[in-house]
């Protein structure tokens, strides 16, 4: 589950760190100010993309963004892999099926999981977190930001 008032701590840190306003910086990562705005005050629940922008323009991890790591690493912006292909190699990297994923992964249902698998729809920043949680990895191995 994501932690909106660490999240909006570290957000605020780092548009600090790089010495620039909320506008200036919501210019920067082409998100409207009020958004960034909402995300400062923890009221509004950022987007996986909007997260991975703010992440790459900051090059640190999705994880110390968002306030699951304390550490923070330097890495480099990368296009990622469609959330599809990357759900395959995640259940092949932990030598899962999708029927023992869906079973055993909570809050995870076998309708969204298709649908994930599919490509028709997109995952939650929350449930890219639960599937971190169920796989004791980060949120960047998930996305396929990392290795």
């Not at 892999?81 to 995870?108: D, S, V, W």
Request: with cysteine; charged share 20%.
């Amino acid at each position: 589950m994501i932690n909106l008032n660490k999240f909006a701590e570290r957000l605020d840190d780092l548009i600090f760190e790089a010495q620039l306003t909320q506008n200036a910086f919501a210019q920067k990562v082409g998100i409207a100010p009020s958004k960034i705005s909402e995300y400062l005050k923890a009221k509004r629940t950022p987007s996986i993309k909007t997260v991975v922008t703010m992440a790459d323009f900051f090059l640190c991890t999705t994880d110390y963004l968002l306030g699951l790591e304390d550490e923070r690493y330097t890495v480099v912006p990368q296009k990622l892999p469609p959330f599809n292909e990357q759900l395959r190699k995640l259940l092949a990297h932990f030598n899962y099926t999708g029927y023992k994923f869906c079973k055993e992964a909570t809050n995870i249902n076998n309708i969204r999981y298709y649908q994930w698998l599919n490509g028709k729809y997109q995952p939650s920043l929350e449930s890219v977190i639960n599937i971190a949680q169920f796989f004791d990895c980060t949120v960047d191995f998930v996305l396929g930001r990392s290795e």
